[in-house]
């Protein structure tokens, strides 16, 4: 909970680059300053990604690729066979993108790479305000080599 409190007096603070990160948190209260119409270029849709281990063994993103607009956010919840996360290829993201996701990538666990998602039914969001159009190659860092990955694509 403190960090949910930090996260608030962020966003409070810093109206500009502030990520609206106390989402989370603040969906029960009301009076929680929502970062998102102050933001410019944030489009207030959210897409849901699912992690998760199939019947038939599989660890995969669903859906594997997605398409969605420059502003939208992306929340991807663990939903089973975790823990999960998601870490950007450096090289397979479009340019200028490094610096939009390193600021968006909430409690890295290293560069580009999403912290592990523990908890059933944990979510991570990342924004993609003002991210450059192309495609981004993601993957799961604890199943990578089990064939977890997925593509994100930004259109305009
Ligand atoms: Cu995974």
């Not at 909970?1 to 966003?11: D, F, G, N």
């Not at 479009?94 to 790479?113: C, E, R």
């Amino acid at each position: 909970m403190r960090q949910v409190l930090a996260a608030v007096a962020l966003v409070a603070m810093a109206c500009g680059g502030g990520e609206p990160q106390a989402n989370a948190g603040a969906q029960g209260g009301a009076a929680a300053p929502e970062a998102a119409p102050a933001q410019a270029g944030v489009t207030g849709t959210v897409h849901q990604v699912q992690m998760l281990l199939t019947a038939d063994g599989k660890y995969v993103y669903q859906p594997a690729t997605l398409t969605v607009k420059v502003g939208d956010r992306v929340r991807w919840i663990n939903v089973s066979g975790g823990p999960h996360n998601v870490a950007f290829y450096p090289d397979k993201i479009p340019a200028g993108a490094k610096d939009v996701l390193s600021a968006g990538l909430k409690d890295q666990m290293s560069p580009l790479a999403g912290k592990l998602l523990i908890q059933a039914n944990e979510a991570y969001e990342i924004s993609f305000a003002g991210a450059p159009v192309g495609t981004y190659a993601y993957f799961c860092t604890p199943h990578e080599m089990l064939g977890m990955k997925a593509t994100l694509t930004i259109q305009q």
